[in-house]
């Protein structure tokens, strides 16, 4: 999905006129292609990079429910840049300040967490716009313009930049449709264990009313026209969903990966380690999304 380096020794842009790297990421999505990806909550290239090259149509480097920050997910988009697997950046809050300086290492793709509203979600897409379309702050000779070699990249980054919005509560499920239909929301993304605990569910996203929540919104996503996308470590219920519509789902997350592997491999060798209660299967993931 990514667009290779040019070789060594191949013709090179002249000074100025790097093309704006291509969103593959946005460009899929707008497709209608199933994208599968993989939540990375360890905070370190390393193991961004080793899950790049299994074969995930994305990855989510997140900085709400982790350590991560700036210079941690420039490191992990560094890292990742060689495969064919597409990052997307989740902020800790809808704020212009760091959803720039996210964009500013070169974040193309953000996922914002807790939009509520219409209004809110019109504020998530004004920060990644420079005015006058938005409020982004510009700076020329950042890496997202390959430090200054971007042609035109003030008028054109918009073009290649992806917002998707993430609701996760029961007054955003009042707010879909609204939400859908601002101008610059690439897809509407469902954070099944927040919208749990506002269902009156906190950490069982596999309470009836909860599942039901979640399908019902994929429903209405798409068909208020935008993609729809949820975060599941449950296989059964991610091809649930993804047959009721969603195009970008998570299937995994790294902490649970390894946390649950380490417990299987010392369960194995050591009996006296009593087994760990597993989360609850359907949607919950090992941070609780």
Same mark, same amino acid.
Request: one cysteine or more.
């Given at each position: 999905?990514? *667009? ?26 707008? %497709? ?27 990855? /989510? ?18 890292? @990742?840049?060689?495969? $064919? ?15 720039? %300086? ?10 914002? $967490? ?6 809110? =979600? ?57 939400? =859908? ?13 927040? /919208? ?23 429903? %209405?996503? %798409? ?11 449950? $296989? ?7 047959? /009721?519509?969603?195009?970008? *789902?998570? @299937?995994?997350?790294? @902490? ?24 609850? =299967?359907? *949607?919950?993931? $090992?941070?609780?999304?």
């Amino acid at each position: 999905m990514t *667009t290779p380096h040019p070789p060594t020794g191949a013709p090179q842009p002249a000074p100025g006129r790097w093309p704006l790297p291509p969103n593959a990421f946005k460009a899929a999505l707008s %497709r209608g292609e199933q994208l599968i990806g993989m939540w990375c909550s360890l905070a370190d290239p390393y193991p961004a990079e080793i899950i790049a090259g299994a074969g995930f149509d994305w990855l /989510l480097l997140d900085t709400e429910h982790s350590h991560a920050d700036v210079a941690t997910v420039l490191s992990q988009l560094q890292a @990742v840049a060689p495969y $064919p697997c597409s990052p997307v950046v989740r902020p800790p809050v809808n704020d212009p300040v760091v959803i720039k %300086r996210l964009l500013d290492v070169g974040a193309q793709s953000l996922l914002i $967490p807790q939009v509520e509203s219409a209004e809110e =979600a019109r504020a998530a897409v004004a920060a990644t716009r420079y005015a006058p379309l938005g409020v982004r702050g510009v700076a020329a000779l950042t890496r997202a313009t390959r430090f200054g070699r971007v042609k035109d990249y003030a008028e054109l980054a918009h073009t290649e930049l992806c917002v998707l919005v993430q609701v996760e509560s029961r007054h955003a499920l009042g707010q879909i449709e609204a939400i =859908a239909s601002v101008d610059g929301v690439d897809g509407i993304f469902i954070g099944p264990s927040d /919208l749990a605990a506002s269902l009156g569910h906190p950490g069982d996203p596999n309470a009836p009313s909860v599942v039901a929540a979640v399908e019902e919104v994929i429903g %209405r996503v %798409r068909a208020a026209g935008r993609p729809a996308g949820v975060l599941t470590i449950d $296989p059964m219920f991610a091809r649930r969903c993804i047959d /009721l519509g969603t195009t970008f *789902t998570a @299937v995994g997350v790294d @902490v649970g990966l390894l946390a649950r592997g380490a417990d299987a491999l010392a369960r194995s060798f050591t009996r006296q380690i009593p087994e760990t209660a597993a989360p609850p =299967a359907a *949607t919950q993931s $090992p941070e609780g999304r």
